[in-house]
């Protein structure tokens, strides 16, 4: 049991800064960003390597900027970021010796993953790699019968002969080129399994030894396989979940209801590489809300952009999250280093907790005062965050029948609708 107990404490440590942080960018980007249908496009239209090759003889982001990506990352308010390095559709933006089908040998004839790490490096931001699992493009991976491969109902590819170890060993060279060629990677963010294609099916207990040789502080999501929830996980299991389009309704945890680090990751508009069609962004008090969400229960926001063929986030994205930014200035102490307050979720909004305070997330003013149940005499002061101005904590007459509840005096209209928090120190 000792042993079990330690395991969890190691992951709890190697995850210490990614649970302060609470807050990450994601950015996918590649050639889909061309045809700018999202991510998916060669597996939902079923498009072959050679009608997919036009892609990849046009790819020239004149306008990729890494150091303006990063800048926008800082400025809103985020502590890490994952790019993709390989996605679904077997390309690489990063200069690999395993194969030609990568970026220096686009008209961008560069490595603009190096770009990225150096650029966010810069900007004291954590980084990270996404890395699909899956290769659309390699000639030994499975693709007829196949859940996902964009020639899996092709009748050309049935019988074809796969070697998949030969896969294998061209995913594994390639994580090590990752690992050995940027300098400290601060996490591995594999994507997915699925069916079969799981587990020891990619070799994942190799991988992960190979990994922790290159990168003894790195930590990996939990896609590889296995269950992270488990007494005892398996060692490729992950160092966090990840749920993706979903803040997940009570936060993770395993087996023994010991909480687990976690991620949710969330597009801004509907799809994770860029489609130039796709305006349905959310608001920036959708963000800001679910970030809050997530820290409550003791998880991260993985906030996602997917910037254009020419390099450019979006300015709709850049807009919401230089807001996001303006909130995090005033209200960041409540968001990094916070989690789970263990009071039960209030009618007018959320509560998150670092030390001795505890942050009341005001979303609805409600009438009269805005109770803080079951808190009376337990509250030594309280401060508008944005500010410091003080709130007053008092019980008027019409409150008396509530004794075990302390009371904040607000303003009837808040100070931000979006979400005004008040810093309450704990005694």
Not at 34 to 52: K, T
Not at 232 to 255: C, H, K, M, R, T
Not at 256 to 275: D, F, H, K, R, V
Request: net charge negative.
């Amino acid at each position: 049991m000792e042993e079990k107990y330690n395991a969890y404490i190691e992951r709890m440590e190697r995850t210490k800064w990614f649970r302060d942080a609470r807050f990450g960018m994601f950015l996918h980007w590649g050639l889909y960003a061309i045809p700018a249908r999202g991510e998916w496009v060669r597996s939902q239209e079923r498009i072959s390597n050679e009608d997919y090759e036009c892609y990849f003889n046009e790819f020239n982001p004149t306008r990729y900027d890494a150091r303006e990506w990063a800048k926008a990352a800082k400025a809103a308010g985020m502590k890490y970021a994952v790019m993709t390095t390989k996605h679904h559709d077997g390309f690489c933006l990063f200069d690999t010796k395993w194969t030609m089908y990568n970026a220096t040998n686009t008209p961008a004839g560069r490595d603009l993953i190096r770009e990225y790490v150096e650029a966010f490096r810069a900007e004291g931001l954590k980084v990270g790699f996404y890395y699909s699992l899956l290769d659309w493009y390699h000639e030994d991976f499975p693709a007829y019968g196949d859940a996902q491969h964009p020639m899996r109902d092709n009748l050309e590819f049935k019988g074809k002969n796969h070697d998949f170890s030969k896969y294998i060993e061209y995913f594994h060279g390639q994580v090590k080129e990752l690992l050995t060629n940027y300098g400290k990677i601060d996490i591995m963010w594999f994507d997915f399994s699925y069916q079969d294609m799981t587990g020891e099916k990619w070799e994942a207990t190799k991988l992960i030894k190979m990994m922790r040789e290159l990168q003894p502080d790195i930590i990996i999501d939990n896609r590889l396989g296995g269950n992270i929830k488990a007494e005892e996980p398996e060692i490729y299991a992950g160092d966090f979940a990840s749920p993706e389009q979903i803040i997940p309704p009570l936060g993770i945890v395993n087996q023994q209801s010991m909480p687990l680090p976690w991620e949710a990751c969330i597009t801004l508009n509907n799809y994770w590489g860029y489609a130039a069609k796709d305006k349905d962004y959310k608001s920036t008090k959708q963000v800001i809300r679910a970030l809050v969400e997530c820290v409550s229960k003791n998880g991260n926001l993985l906030l996602n952009v997917g910037p254009n063929a020419k390099g450019e986030i979006p300015k709709e994205s850049l807009s919401i999250l230089a807001d996001v930014g303006k909130w995090m200035e005033e209200n960041g102490d409540s968001i990094y280093e916070c989690g789970n307050a263990e009071y039960s979720k209030p009618e007018w909004g959320r509560f998150t907790k670092k030390g001795t305070k505890l942050y009341a997330h005001i979303y609805d003013r409600g009438i009269g005062q805005i109770n803080l149940n079951g808190l009376n005499g337990k509250l030594g002061s309280a401060r508008l965050l944005s500010d410091g101005s003080e709130i007053s904590l008092s019980k008027q007459w019409n409150t008396l029948d509530y004794p075990e509840d302390s009371f904040m005096d607000m303003s009837i209209k808040l100070p931000d609708e979006t979400d005004t928090v008040v810093e309450l120190e704990l005694i």
